[in-house]
């Protein structure tokens, strides 16, 4: 159904990152309409946006509740759990995604990210695998599948997978010293990086790790 007004000026306030006006008015509207996904979506993304996250959960979660078909609903709740450190609660919401959906490469993605936090690296690859056939451009599984590689000691792969990305998205700072890195690692000095140049004026190193920096 179509947002009434009152859940679309939430809905413009959440993307104008007007978070307090959001859960002033969000009060009122939510009293009178307490089944409202929309409202209820509204209100966790403002608490998201303030860093109050365990108000954000709860009214997540309440979301979800009002309909547990809404898939994108569901991806973004286990987004929120995983940038929060529960990992096994973003893991069981994309378990539950991709029994659902097996097209649906973000939430595989996602399911892949848990399992290599975890440790679970065989687990992670296979997921991974299967997230590129379904989408071989999908940049951030080739990251992470460069680094599975890199831990089981398979480095051609790894360079292969993290020379993808850095062929699709050469701006990619953090991918470039990444494979500068694997590179090094097994001795091939056939190309040569200077980090001081890469880096330039940029202090923001783009996510790379500082021991591949060094």
Same mark, same amino acid.
């Given at each position: 159904a179509s947002p009434n007004p009152g859940e679309l000026l939430l809905q413009l306030l959440v993307q104008s990152r007007q978070y307090q006006r959001v859960l002033n008015l969000g009060q009122d509207l939510l @009293? %009178? =309409?307490?089944r409202s996904q929309q409202l209820l979506l509204a209100m966790a993304r403002a608490f998201r946006g303030l860093d109050q996250i365990g108000p954000a959960c709860k009214l997540y979660l309440a979301a979800v509740a009002c %309909? #547990?078909?809404e898939c994108a609903i569901q991806e973004e709740l286990a987004g929120f759990f #995983? &940038? =929060?450190g529960r990992i096994k609660e973003a893991l069981a919401f994309f378990a539950d995604l991709v029994e659902r959906d097996a097209f649906n490469a973000n939430a595989y993605h996602g399911l892949g990210v848990c399992y290599q936090l975890m440790g679970h690296t065989e687990t992670a690859l296979e997921i991974y695998q299967y997230v590129l056939n379904l989408n071989p451009q999908m940049l951030g599984t080739l990251r992470n599948i460069s680094h599975v590689y890199h831990v089981l000691m398979r480095p051609l792969e790894a360079i &292969? @997978?993290?020379s993808q990305v850095v062929k699709s998205a050469p &701006? %990619?700072?953090a991918a470039s010293i990444q494979l500068a890195f694997f590179r090094r690692h097994i001795g091939d000095w056939s190309e040569s990086l200077d980090v001081y140049d890469l880096l330039g004026t940029n202090s923001n190193c783009g996510g790379a790790s500082p021991f591949q920096i060094l």
């Open positions: @009293a %009178d =309409n307490p %309909d #547990f078909e #995983f &940038e =929060n &292969e @997978a993290v &701006e %990619d700072l």
